[in-house]
Nanobody
Framework: QVQLVESGGGLVQTGGSLRLSCTAS????????MGWFRQAPGQEREFVTA????????YYGDSVKGRFTISRDNAKNTMYLQMNSLKPEDTAVYYC?????????????????WGQGTQVTVSS
């Protein structure tokens, strides 16, 4: 089992920045892809971005390209999401996820482990 814990959410004004962190513990593996998803009230969970173990490959959803940056520090078992130029439509609960495969997938069902989520609210 892998446990994921997110932190760093909060309230920010339009145009502001936040950095989310996700720390993994338990049976971590060098195969794991890690990613971020988000879910706004009344909407389905949406892929945001993901990164391979080596950080060689990343992938972003169209709505966050150029504004968000994913990274990871394997020595600390921690993944980060730097969010810049935030918009009200970025408001959601952000979830960290891990996938027990070495390649990126954007489907919710492709991820094996999930964190509890952290709220991000962008005020207009």
């Amino acid at each position: 089992q892998v446990q994921l814990v997110e932190s760093g959410g909060g309230l920010v004004q339009t145009g502001g920045s936040l950095r989310l962190s996700c720390t993994a513990s338990g049976r971590t593996s060098s195969r794991y892809v890690m990613g971020w998803f988000r879910q706004a009230p009344g909407q389905e969970r949406e892929f945001v971005t993901a990164i391979t173990w080596s950080s060689k490959n990343t992938y972003y959803g169209d709505s966050v390209k150029g504004r968000f940056t994913i990274s990871r520090d394997n020595a600390k078992n921690t993944m980060y999401l730097q969010m810049n130029s935030l918009k009200p439509e970025d408001t959601a609960v952000y979830y960290c996820a891990a996938r027990d495969r070495p390649w990126i997938d954007t489907s919710v069902n492709a991820y094996d482990y999930w964190g509890q989520g952290t709220q991000v609210t962008v005020s207009s």
